[in-house]
């Protein structure tokens, strides 16, 4: 149920809410809009709750939330969710880029990077320290050290730092360095580590898994939202399916029909969704046309040297100039990046 | 093998070439550029015979075709392909937008349709006369009788007529009314069709068929094209996936990764590529953005009252608002429309 | 609606049902069964019809079909379809099995086929004389001269002749040679070559599309049916998913499925389905054990000689083990092969 | 790559040779056949190598190993791996079946289950404590209590307890109650969860991620092996795909070919793999039929009343009759369950 509080209603009145709804053994989620704030209580519905919380004083009305994901539904808040990290801004019609390589390789290649995407727009830099491999045997990434090279590169440029976490141990430290949390895709349902992110004051920004649907995705984020951490940005990267001539299908239509569902900001993954450099720059351009919150693109000094990912990874020129294109297309949109 | 004739190649010394190519075994299809005019020479490969053909006087030079689709690829035609109907063009960066219902019901709905498309911008009517309906029970379309109300309609507002062909026999009737044939999804591999088609002059727009990979979708063409017309549009309308919260899962990559392999023409169908209304605008701006040369979007009158597919089919309110956020994003990238 | 009749109701009983449905403007189709004789009454659906039908004498009950596929349906005939050509019985609990290479490509290798599949205990032959090719370039088969070989084949083995037809001004010419037309994935949804060979008397061997769901593949058998030709027999053949260790993914659970559903008899297609060789005679017996009616089996005499279809055609004598081992399976099982 | 010792090498040389693979800064897995002992050397491969070691006197030969996965790998293992736990034996021939309710409910559900399908023949009792669900407001599992409860039901029946663990830092918990750790398909690629699993001596079963090939999914057990637990069961429990009419499309050609691949033996989950109850007996014999060495299936004492998964769900009745089936389709074929 969405508890809707009167306007004006003091922080003092939205605690007892709070209280009445913990104590007929429901969570309750405050969800604070510039207009007015809602308390959602999440639980086993039970007779008779509705309406004694409806006869409260400071409550406008209650209504029941019919989606399976509640905090992340529009339903619970209309408002779209804004999050923001140094200059990264994502939501509510900002468009946020975050790009870099797909591993931190070197001090040199971070910050080569770093440089190189912060002059062509981006605001967020990612680099994967701990990488999740497919294979045993192939290169793990740079661990702690490279969450070291990151913070550097953040002191250098200004970039808000976005960073892979793979286990719930790894958690606190990777919050040391990282200001974004990625779930990546093979960990969407890793519900422990939902959990544990959530319980985290960072954004986190979490991958569709290569087969999830709509629903399992905002139930993923929804996890995270009911440890208490509304920071969730949704991230569609592609979905895999019969097609070979790209690594994933990238399904844009994910973006509008999300927007409709939740308030959580959508960004898009254009280079594993289609794994090709070439193929990256027109699903930018078409990511914003689409109505994307952001993006999320790897970029790298040599794609050709890359320790991983290098056939789908922009030089920083054609990165540079898919970004010119992007500004265009957000422009005429109404948009700005 | 593509013979490159020399610049300035009399029609006769093309002729030449032609009858050299056959009397090798060959089949010559005749390609005329801006810049120079080449012959595709296709059939099995023998010893000799390129340095046969190279050692002819008015060719520059010969080259393989390495792409198993030979005319549509772009070693054999490095231009695009641009085709016109009254005022429709498609290709080499005009934009063309077809509309219109699903199916032709009645004079006054497609008459209806057929202005408010082209008030919105559309230069090409669709309509379905003959429909392929999943189930034998489903209205089949008002066919002969659809047809002449499509002409009707033509003549009415100058809209180039696109609507579906379903079996070589119907051939040449559907090619007395219309000006540029479909070959729908459930027909791409329909060999015979293709072929039946391929001996017309007439504009054939090919759909994908919703498990067709890349190359099934260029070799489709090449049966077209193999019969001598040259006139064929691609159209990416959505492939089936595991995702049902749409009706087909739309991937616009495949816009750019076709324009590296092919000249022919690309547009989206954004209608059955979603099969939801809300989605159609943002995904029409998004293919526009993907660099595709056109459109062809499911618009009704009343589609709450539509005989098909009225959950797709946008009113002429929104088609009109999403072609002008279609027009916006093409001026932005340099395009018209 | 399905009209029961009563138990003994005589044949003018039932034709003047049929032209009381016919006066109704609805289609009927007369099911004779083994215990009563039902008509499928079949069209739009209208006040006062059941009622009308239910209150003449001869009728016991009239009950409404639900499925979207009507003469199809378990609903329409409880008892299972058994069709049968020369010594090819297929449903019912008979298991037919058709064998035979990908393409007619000599006398001498059909006829030795047709030997070796014989003596391994088939009883269709198999065999390509119009190959529909994804390239317009391969090998399109012997066509008539492949069909007058096969002839020659049922000849000397008395094998039922299952082959391909593509288009519908062919049917005619199949029919002269063949005892079983094969509708090809490709065609599952070819609407008007469904009816053209619903018009013949000829078993129709219908294969499932690659992204047919169970509906689609029903109501494609429904357009046969609809025409009158009530032999029809579905063909498992596997699907297009992301799998692409094997050429297509076999489901082998939709066999049971569609015999909860159909009382058409449901033959798999192991070849097609898995594309190698080697896992051919597993997925033989698993398709027996999961209940099938029938497979129909890739065989050459030398299958890396064949003109297509090589990686996925068994041997002579890998086909005959995997018969013995089908048949241990069947016996096991209380079926007999 | 593996250095397989001569015949009848001795402890002591194994024990040198693996020192001084290791001195070489390469991982040696010593893998214990009946005929001769082999030890796998993983890492970076470096010029003479192989060389080095091949002139070592106890060595027959040295082989690369040309598959990604190393351990898993036939070439690394010719011999079939049996896992054995109680009466539980899985692999080489021995046919072992898990049977049980998706969650443990209560000390009577899981016992009353544990007796049902000993009866019936199961050897194995699985049964969830800790439960993935999709939703964080489902149901999540009884926890210790129901591996206790587990535990209990192994000392009333003598069945081996296959439960899943959900996270590295629950492994040590349960282990102390559990004889086979489940690993769900949702974490299929959580590698530290792999990780943590590899470094105890229980066997693992691990399930195939819904859209993971069979190289990822080789690679996954790898990630188990490589830590030196050898005891991996893989299970097909079907993928994801366009098909809606079963919960996951349940491919079994996966089981010969994974059996070309590698020695770890493979097991079916028909349950998850069809989603629908009526379908899995079938499937459970098309299961034994194509070469599985083992079914791992959901029973409950009363479906409807389930917690989780009952539309998939066997009654104690139609599960032994299944059984019955398996057992005759395995006689058949020569083996014995």
């Known amino acids: 149920m969405i508890v809707v509080m009167k306007k004006g209603s003091s922080p003092e009145a939205v605690q007892r809410m709070v209280g009445r709804i913990e104590a007929m053994g429901l969570k309750a989620h405050v969800i604070i809009g510039t207009e007015r704030t809602v308390v959602a209580a999440i639980g086993e519905k039970r007779d008779g ?5 409806e006869s409260c004083e400071e409550v406008e009305k209650v209504v029941p939330i019919l989606a399976p994901y509640k905090v992340a539904s529009l339903e619970a808040k209309r408002e779209p969710t804004v999050v923001e990290a140094l200059d990264l801004k994502i939501g509510g019609g900002a468009i946020g880029v975050i790009a870099g390589p797909c591993s931190v390789e070197s001090e040199e290649q971070i910050l080569a990077s770093a440089r190189q995407v912060r002059a062509a727009g981006a605001k967020g830099l990612r680099g994967g320290a701990f990488k999740p491999r497919t294979s045993p045997y192939a290169f793990q990434g740079l661990k702690e050290e490279g969450l070291k090279l990151l913070a550097a590169a953040r002191d250098a440029t200004g970039l808000a730092i976005v960073t892979e976490v793979m286990t719930p141990h790894h958690v606190e430290l990777v919050c040391e360095y990282a200001d974004v949390l990625q779930i990546g895709a093979r960990n969407m349902q890793n519900y422990h580590l939902l959990q544990a992110v959530g319980e985290t004051d960072k954004i986190v920004l979490l991958k569709r898994g290569p087969s999830a649907t709509m629903e399992e995705f905002l ?5 995270i939202l009911d440890q208490g951490n509304q ?3 949704l991230c569609e990267r592609g979905v895999r399916t019969f097609e070979t001539h790209t690594r994933f299908t990238l399904p844009l239509a994910s973006v509008p029909y999300l ?8 960004v898009v993954d254009p280079s594993h969704g289609t794994g090709i450099a070439s193929l990256v720059p027109p699903m930018c351009a078409a990511s914003i046309a689409a109505g994307a919150d952001g993006l999320i693109v790897e970029v790298h000094p040599d794609p050709s040297r890359a320790m991983s990912d290098g056939a789908q990874s922009l030089t920083p020129d054609a990165f540079s100039q898919a970004m010119e294109q992007c500004r265009k297309v957000a422009a005429a949109l109404g948009r700005t990046m």
């Open 49 to 53: 709750e509705r309406e004694t919380l």
């Open 231 to 233: 920071r969730v940005v």
């Open 259 to 266: 927007q409709e569902r939740t308030h959580l900001p959508i």
């Open 219 to 223: 139930l993923a984020a929804e996890y």
